[in-house]
């Protein structure tokens, strides 16, 4: 299998703890109440009055870590419970507003995120170098581009792609594991190209490619199949997939035509993957983006 460097995780309770140190804002429940605490702590972080998490069910399968790619670190959570999923969106998303989340919504990336993490440790290090005038200090940091900020991959349980078990060669218990390989390498691919090519943008081509890495990474092979499955795509046109969700207006009304092309482009990597036997997911990404299939 393609090996894919991934740091220490902390599971459990520990990880949803170790984020609310850092992002306090996730220790205000939502509520229609909830905004000026939310801003206190999100803002300023200002935890609220007897701080907890008591509205996360949690589970002992809840991770967060860090995974290797060519652009850096990504930091991934997982949450197993739907609940606690859709309640971390609506705090960190929705400014602890009880917004309802859609049901396709299974995976999500914040960009930009305050945090105080950050800011308690650079105080540290300020202070151990003999530094006095924190306050200042901290506002001539804060001026820099990014500063006290962090991105954070968030991912729920579920089939991938809305596939079901049966529609597989997988049993259920091991396709939901696979579904969650399949789906944090996949918001990883996205990050990476977002963070090394950030105008090369290509809607169905970006789903393709990182589809590429979520199966390489979860399997260990491109099964083509599979990636055609969860797009909806076939030598005879569009049925029942993902690829409609990319298309603008002009582009579904000839979704047939574009499945055909993006179906015979997944044969395509099929053959790529078959003939190189690729190590690195990530590297292969970053030439299927420099050298795309489809124009879409």
Known sequence: MPQVHTGESLKG???????????????????????????????????????????FEGSALDELRNVGTPAGSVEVLFLERRRDFETFLQIIGHKSAPEPIARTVGAITYRGLADWGKVVNARKAYVAAGGEDWRTEFARLAQEPGAFRSELVVISEGPYSNVAANETPYESNEWTAISREIRLHHECAHVVC????????????????????????????????????????????????????????????RIDTIAVEVFH???????????????????????????PLIGY
């Open 194 to 253: 977002r963070r090394l090519m950030p105008d090369d943008v290509l809607a169905v081509w970006d789903e393709v490619t990182a589809d590429v890495v979520g199966l390489l990474c979860a399997i260990g092979r491109y099964d083509v199949a599979l990636a055609t499955r969860f797009l909806g795509v076939s030598a005879e046109g569009f049925s029942n997939g993902r690829l409609e969700e990319y298309l603008d207006e002009e582009q579904a009304s």
């Open 13 to 55: 309770e520990d990880a949803l703890r170790a984020l609310a140190r850092r992002f306090p804002q996730l220790y205000v429940a939502p509520a229609e109440d909830a905004l000026e605490a939310h801003q206190l702590a999100a803002g300023l972080g200002i935890e609220p009055e007897n701080a907890n998490l008591d509205h």
């Open 265 to 291: 482009a997944c044969m395509r990597i099929e053959q790529i993957c078959a003939s190189t036997q690729p190590e690195d997911p990530f590297a292969l990404l970053l030439q299927l983006k420099r050298e």
